[in-house]
């Protein structure tokens, strides 16, 4: 069965910066659609950034483009988001997300529909708090 567990969060002062990391347990296919969501108190939950592993080039929502870094680490299914220049409006908690259909993650996240980000492997969340 597929696991995702995040680990990083927590709380930090606007400007700062904070890693959040993701590891896809007993994943069955060589490569895979990652992806961090998040989702601010009576707001919906927005796509961040995706990437597919395996070498797969990263895309970022408008709100985190030049201030978030998505990549992957050496170990199997092991993605960071390295987020910095942080704003309270960066307040939400985190979700890890992966999806078997690559072309999820090779397609700008501006250009998903709602169907598109329902990916089929979710972490539990991790809080990111900025506070001003």
């Known amino acids: 069965q597929v696991q995702l567990v995040e680990s990083g969060g927590g709380s930090v002062q606007s400007g700062g910066s904070l890693r959040l990391s993701c590891t896809a347990s007993?994943?069955?296919?060589?490569?895979?659609?990652m992806g961090w969501f998040r989702q601010a108190p009576g707001k919906e939950r927005e796509a961040v950034a995706t990437?597919?592993?395996?070498?797969?080039?990263?895309y970022y929502a408008d709100s985190v483009e030049g201030r978030f870094t998505f990549s992957e680490d050496n170990a199997e299914h092991t993605v960071s988001l390295q987020m910095t220049g942080l704003l309270p409006e960066d307040t939400a908690m985190y979700y890890c997300?992966?999806?078997?259909?690559?072309?999820?993650?090779?397609?700008?996240?501006?250009?998903?529909?709602?169907?598109?980000?329902?990916?089929?492997?979710w972490g539990q969340g991790t809080q990111v708090t900025v506070s001003s």
């Open positions: 990437i597919v592993t395996g070498g797969g080039s990263p």
């Open positions: 997300a992966a999806h078997p259909l690559l072309r999820r993650c090779e397609t700008p996240i501006q250009s998903l529909g709602v169907a598109d980000l329902q990916f089929a492997y």
């Open positions: 007993e994943y069955p296919y060589r490569r895979a659609c």
